[in-house]
């Protein structure tokens, strides 16, 4: 394996388990074996290096998640509910994948290509949501797409909040069905 994919693997793997914000340099050359001065030659800074894992780490998410959606569901309560109850497995399954995730949102602040990076994987995820849990799929209106996607996808991480910090008081999938939230009504 070259120094650049073991460096690369080992920017997986200390997002995964330190998160962008306390991943160091000595974290990286410790975890990879390589010299500090790799980083800077492959990537151009320990940031670029984090950024690109980030990215590979998101698309990993997003594949995910994806896989999820696409399982047959139809827009009936029980479906509804077997869909979040995936999701939510789903989520306990990959927790630090989804934490990465929601670190991203705040490294977008400072980073252009991290913030493009998300607002096309939200694009990819409103569209995805709205066939699964709405029925609209390409075919269908683009604002109703961009409404219904949009209204799903805020569901979805705010219910991934939920479980990510307190599972011990998150949604059940029958609780959120329940409720009407997958159908956007309220009981």
Same mark, same amino acid.
């Given at each position: 394996?070259?120094?650049k994919d073991?460096?690369l693997?080992a920017?997986?793997?200390?997002?995964?388990?330190?998160?962008?914000?306390h991943?160091t340099?000595?974290?990286?050359?410790?975890?990879?074996?390589?010299n500090?001065a790799s =980083?800077?030659?492959?990537f151009?800074s320990?940031?670029q290096?984090l950024t690109r894992?980030l990215r590979?780490?998101?698309?990993?998410?997003?594949?995910?998640?994806?896989a999820?959606?696409e399982?047959?569901?139809?827009?009936? $309560?029980g479906?509804q509910?077997a869909?979040?109850?995936r &999701? =939510?497995?789903? =989520?306990?399954?990959n927790?630090?994948?989804?934490?990465?995730n929601?670190?991203?949102?705040?490294?977008?602040?400072?980073d252009?290509? &991290?913030r493009?990076?998300i607002?096309?994987?939200?694009?990819?995820a409103r569209? $995805?949501?709205?066939r699964?849990?709405?029925?609209l799929?390409?075919?269908?209106?683009p604002?109703?797409?961009?409404?219904?996607?949009?209204?799903y996808?805020?569901?979805?991480?705010?219910l991934?909040?939920?479980?990510?910090t307190?599972p011990?008081?998150?949604p059940?999938a029958e609780?959120?069905a329940?409720?009407?939230?997958?159908s956007g009504r309220?009981?």
């Amino acid at each position: 394996m070259s120094a650049k994919d073991k460096l690369l693997l080992a920017a997986r793997d200390c997002l995964l388990t330190k998160g962008y914000a306390h991943t160091t340099v000595r974290d990286l050359v410790a975890a990879s074996g390589a010299n500090q001065a790799s =980083i800077n030659y492959h990537f151009g800074s320990k940031e670029q290096l984090l950024t690109r894992a980030l990215r590979d780490l998101n698309t990993e998410w997003g594949e995910l998640l994806f896989a999820v959606l696409e399982e047959p569901a139809g827009t009936r $309560s029980g479906d509804q509910e077997a869909l979040w109850g995936r &999701i =939510i497995d789903s =989520i306990q399954a990959n927790r630090s994948l989804w934490f990465v995730n929601f670190e991203s949102v705040a490294s977008a602040r400072q980073d252009e290509e &991290i913030r493009g990076m998300i607002a096309g994987g939200q694009e990819l995820a409103r569209a $995805s949501l709205a066939r699964a849990f709405a029925g609209l799929g390409p075919d269908s209106d683009p604002g109703e797409v961009q409404t219904a996607g949009s209204h799903y996808l805020a569901l979805l991480v705010g219910l991934a909040s939920q479980w990510l910090t307190d599972p011990e008081r998150a949604p059940t999938a029958e609780q959120f069905a329940a409720a009407g939230f997958s159908s956007g009504r309220r009981g």
